[in-house]
């Protein structure tokens, strides 16, 4: 009976689920967190040492298949931008903000007053250039027209960087999005990258550590690529 006793022990040891391995991040705010990381999803190989800070630039420096280019992120709140400065003083390419819906109930879409000013300058400036539009969609439907408005106005240019659909928490308010479930959020994602890889564009998709952890499933979203945003020093994503 003892020797049974010992087989069954070694029996469940073999069986029990293996430990899940947990990610410790902070915010933007340096609010801890904590969260499994899912087994499911591939891990990057970023070597943490290769990043390097020089001011308020990062660059990753290795002998490995990884190379890093310096780009901007602009919107109307930047106002006039001097493109040919950016680029003399290293700045290859930029995500420009083309428009977003309101997070006010009415969620009314607005094309982003200094959009057709940055394009044009940002590309006679020589940058790639690539587009985001700001979502509060709560439904596939508000999903799809934001895509759509996108395709419109894209159409008198010529990018050859990726179409970015931009969801995140409404931190000093109340927004229309914020009844959205893990599944909305994720769905809406998904309609906005197919409809635009459908029009020939190349989706992607913005995020931070919090939105990954606890608001979008990444297991079904492994075939989108990401727009990662991280204050911390060095990029805390797993994935």
Same mark, same amino acid.
């Given at each position: ?9 070694? @029996?469940?040891?073999? &069986? ?5 391995? *947990? ?74 903000? *083309?428009? /977003? ?46 895509? #759509? ?15 970015? /659909?931009?969801?995140? #928490?409404?931190?000093?308010?109340? @927004?229309? &999005? ?7 959020? &994720? ?18 998709? /913005? ?33």
């Amino acid at each position: 009976t003892e020797a049974a006793s010992k087989e069954d022990d070694a @029996a469940e040891k073999e &069986t029990k689920e293996p430990e899940p391995e *947990l990610l410790h991040f902070v915010d933007v705010y340096q609010n801890p967190y904590q969260v499994e990381i899912n087994p499911n999803v591939e891990k990057h190989d970023y070597k943490d040492d290769s990043f390097v800070h020089n001011g308020d630039r990062l660059s990753y420096e290795d002998d490995s298949n990884y190379t890093y280019r310096l780009g901007v992120d602009v919107s109307e709140h930047q106002g006039y931008v001097d493109w040919q400065a950016l680029k003399d003083s290293g700045f290859e390419f930029a995500f420009i903000r *083309l428009g /977003y819906r309101g997070y006010g109930q009415e969620g009314r879409i607005c094309l982003d007053r200094e959009f057709h000013r940055n394009i044009q300058n940002a590309q006679a400036a020589g940058f790639d250039v690539g587009v985001y539009f700001f979502s509060q969609a709560i439904s596939g439907a508000e999903a799809a027209e934001e895509a #759509e408005f996108v395709l419109d106005k894209l159409k008198p240019y010529n990018i050859s960087g990726p179409v970015i /659909y931009d969801t995140e #928490e409404i931190k000093w308010d109340t @927004a229309r &999005t914020d009844g959205n479930t893990r599944k909305e959020f &994720t769905n809406f994602c998904k309609v906005f990258c197919d409809t635009v890889s459908q029009a020939g564009y190349d989706p992607m998709i /913005y995020s931070n550590m919090k939105w990954m952890a606890f608001t979008l499933d990444m297991e079904e979203l492994t075939e989108y690529d990401f727009w990662y945003a991280d204050y911390h020093d060095i990029p805390q994503c797993p994935y």
